[in-house]
C-alpha cells in the first residue's frame, strides 16, 4: 500500500462522525496490522454492502430486502406507525425491543434555515400509508428541537383527514421526579 493509499483512507475515516484526523489515523493503522483479520474482511463486506443494502420503499429503513424485516415481519403490528426523523433514531427504539408496530423515517425535519421543505422528506409516502385501512394510529417520534416540534405539528396538519389517532412521545422530566 503507497503512502497516498494510508492518507486517503485517513482522509476517508475523518469523514466518518466521531472520528477525527488522529483517530482515523489509529483505526487505519488497526486495518493495517490485522489485515487479514479485520483489512481483508472489511473490504469484503463493505463491497457486498454497497450493491445490497437498500432503502425500503415503505418505511424509508435500509436493509438488504425491500420491503425490510420490520415491513415484512408479520408479527409487527401494521395499524400502529412510529414517525422518526432519521435511522439513527428508527435503531434507538428498535434496541429497546419493546416497540412492535412499523416505522416511517422522514429522512430529517423541516427547516427553512437548511432550505428543506416538505417535498424533500419522505412526507407524502406517509400520507398515503396513513390513508389506508390498515393504519389507526400514528406516533410522532420528532425529537423536541424546533424543527422536530416544526415537523410533527405540520404532520399533525397534514394527517388529519386521514381519520387515524396521533400521538407524541412523552418528552422532558415528569413532574413528581426530584
Known amino acids: 500500500m503507497a503512502h497516498s493509499d494510508i492518507d486517503e483512507l485517513i482522509r476517508l475515516f475523518s469523514k466518518l462522525p466521531g472520528l477525527g484526523p488522529r483517530s482515523a489515523r489509529r483505526v487505519v493503522l488497526q486495518l493495517i496490522r490485522s489485515k487479514d483479520t479485520l483489512m481483508t474482511p472489511l473490504a469484503t463486506v463493505l463491497d457486498r454492502a454497497q450493491t445490497s443494502i437498500r432503502t425500503c420503499a415503505t418505511c424509508g429503513n435500509l436493509d438488504a430486502s425491500d420491503p425490510c424485516a420490520i415491513c415484512a415481519d408479520p408479527r409487527r403490528d401494521p395499524s400502529v406507525i412510529c414517525v422518526v426523523e432519521e435511522l ?91
Open 88 to 178: 439513527a433514531d428508527l435503531w434507538a427504539i428498535e434496541r429497546c425491543s419493546l416497540y412492535k408496530g412499523q416505522y416511517h423515517v422522514l429522512g430529517g425535519t423541516l427547516s427553512a434555515l437548511d432550505d428543506r421543505g416538505p417535498a424533500q422528506l419522505n412526507i407524502e409516502s406517509l400520507i398515503t400509508r396513513a390513508s389506508t385501512d390498515t393504519v389507526t394510529e400514528i406516533i410522532l417520534a420528532t425529537n423536541a428541537t424546533i424543527e422536530g416540534q416544526t415537523t410533527a405539528h405540520y404532520l399533525t396538519t397534514r394527517l388529519e383527514d386521514a381519520g387515524v389517532k396521533i400521538s407524541r412521545l412523552a418528552q422532558g422530566i415528569p413532574m413528581a421526579a426530584n
